[in-house]
């Protein structure tokens, strides 16, 4: 999924997580405590026999003690090359200690121009810090890579699957057809690329429904995970549900780009004055609709009533109540984040919004009256929004952002809490006792719980919804 940053702050404010996003959260999670003292004491002495070393050089009685500095520097510089742990370091380390920190002892008492010194130490601090700011921008990188990389494993899954729909097509299981347009059904829609992510959010819904044979579930792919999917789920009983995989790429649609987009996630950041008047960064997670949710009234033409859940959710309380619940002529239910308000994203929405004091929503959950939505015809709000934004912004994900808040901004029945806890794919700090009581958990960010990034106390909740007995898991090397 798409992780962005949207500030309204200068350069000169940016945070570690406004730069660098979830990779700050984990590396605060797994930064290694110094093991190696002896190491940095060496680096640390190094450093300040650098930053005499010009200065005594000039000095023409100090030759000897130059030449000292010299030979102790060079030392250093050689034993740190090939030792970066204390127990790599040479027996006589601590004799070449002794005489570095006699050296400099000595070069301190000598009567040098400290602004000489300083100016050394200044120019040696800059090249660490750039030293630093590199590696951190190449282990923020690498990170950000791991998240999007599809594991082996599963792309292991992926292609056996495929291979089996093609080698067995007679093995597919006779689907319910009737059931895909009957609108008295209770509907849930998933976009998914994932075969693992979208079996756990049927898995976990259908465990926990009390009666399972009026559900009906509608997994939205793509060509490329089409037939994976599609055989994964004709070889599956969820109880007495039934489960249609489309291939929305195959779909006749009047909008000819119908191409899969998931649920979008955007990194928001923006100024706040907190309580002493200061003014703080402030950086929040929010999942929102892509474009291919605003295909949804064409999709199922047939259907008034649906709920869309994310592939990255796990569903752990019975919803049917949802199919009863009046959201007042309101077309999205939906549970809002109040951390972020329309009106702190004035600087891309303009002056479009109506309540500068309205919460954003959050995907993962969502109840949609579609009869509703096609009444206001909000899709085809939405791609006006997303072409005005767009030559304003000249950013999609901004303009994507901006118009999918607007197009749903007085459109929105507010949820309870309760029924979803968002955050489990980047905040480490979530009271477990939230995350208990939740109907539904969702693991939006980029430690999806399917990654080996994945939050480790999370992740249990996930692994209960998957049958780790499958031989095919064992084939293509997935454990719990």
């Not at 005489?99 to 120019?123: D, G, L």
């Not at 549970?335 to 993962?364: K, T, Y």
């Amino acid at each position: 999924m798409m992780v962005v940053a949207l500030c309204n702050a200068d350069e000169s404010g940016k945070s570690c997580e406004l730069r660098f996003g979830a990779y700050c959260l984990w590396r605060e999670r797994h930064r290694e405590v110094v093991k190696d003292s002896l190491v940095k004491k060496l680096k640390d002495r190094l450093f300040v026999a650098r930053a005499y070393f010009p200065s005594i050089a000039k000095i023409p009685v100090q030759d000897k003690l130059s030449a000292e500095l010299k030979q102790n520097i060079q030392d250093f510089e050689r034993v740190l090359s090939e030792s970066s742990v204390d127990s790599d370091l040479p027996s006589q380390i601590d004799k070449k200690l002794e005489r570095m920190e006699t050296a400099i002892a000595k070069a301190k008492s000598c009567p040098v121009e400290c602004h000489n010194v300083e100016k050394k130490f200044r120019q040696l601090l800059d090249l660490t810090e750039d030293e630093a700011n590199f590696h951190m921008k190449q282990s923020a990188f690498l990170h950000q890579l791991a998240v999007q990389t599809i594991p082996k494993s599963l792309h292991c899954l992926s292609m056996r699957l495929t291979v089996d729909y093609f080698r067995s097509p007679e093995d597919l299981k006779v689907p319910d057809e009737e059931k895909y347009s009957d609108p008295s059904l209770h509907h849930f829609v998933i976009f998914s690329k994932n075969v693992l992510a979208s079996s756990v959010v049927i898995n976990s819904t259908v465990s926990h429904a009390k009666e399972s044979r009026n559900l009906v579930f509608h997994v939205l792919t793509d060509q490329e995970n089409f037939y994976a999917i599609e055989r994964w789920f004709s070889g599956k009983t969820y109880r007495e549900a039934t489960v249609q995989v489309l291939n929305i790429e195959k779909l006749e649609l009047q909008d000819k780009e119908n191409s899969l987009s998931l649920p979008n996630e955007f990194r928001v950041s923006f100024h706040i004055v907190d309580g002493q008047d200061t003014l703080k960064m402030r950086t929040q997670y929010l999942s929102t609709f892509s474009n291919s949710h605003f295909l949804l009234p064409e999709i199922f033409p047939n259907l008034e009533k649906i709920v869309v859940l994310d592939d990255d959710v796990v569903v752990r309380r019975d919803l049917t109540s949802l199919w009863d619940l009046n959201i007042g002529g309101k077309v999205n239910g939906a549970v809002q984040s109040c951390a972020v308000r329309l009106g702190q994203l004035r600087s891309f929405l303009g002056e479009r919004i109506l309540d500068q004091n309205s919460c954003a929503w959050m995907s993962g959950l969502n109840v949609i009256d579609l009869s509703r939505w096609r009444d206001l015809k909000l899709s085809e709000t939405y791609q006006g929004l997303l072409q005005q934004l767009n030559r304003a912004e000249g950013s999609v994900e901004s303009a994507m952002l901006g118009a999918t808040l607007l197009t749903f901004q007085d459109q929105i029945y507010t949820l309870d809490s309760s029924w979803m806890l968002s955050g489990l794919g980047h905040d480490y700090g979530l009271e477990m006792s939230d995350v208990k009581r939740a109907a539904v958990l969702h693991y939006n960010g980029n430690m999806k719980p399917w990654l080996e990034l994945g939050i480790p106390k999370y992740k249990d909740y996930w692994k209960r919804s998957l049958n780790w007995k499958e031989q095919i898991f064992s084939d293509c090397n997935i454990s719990p």
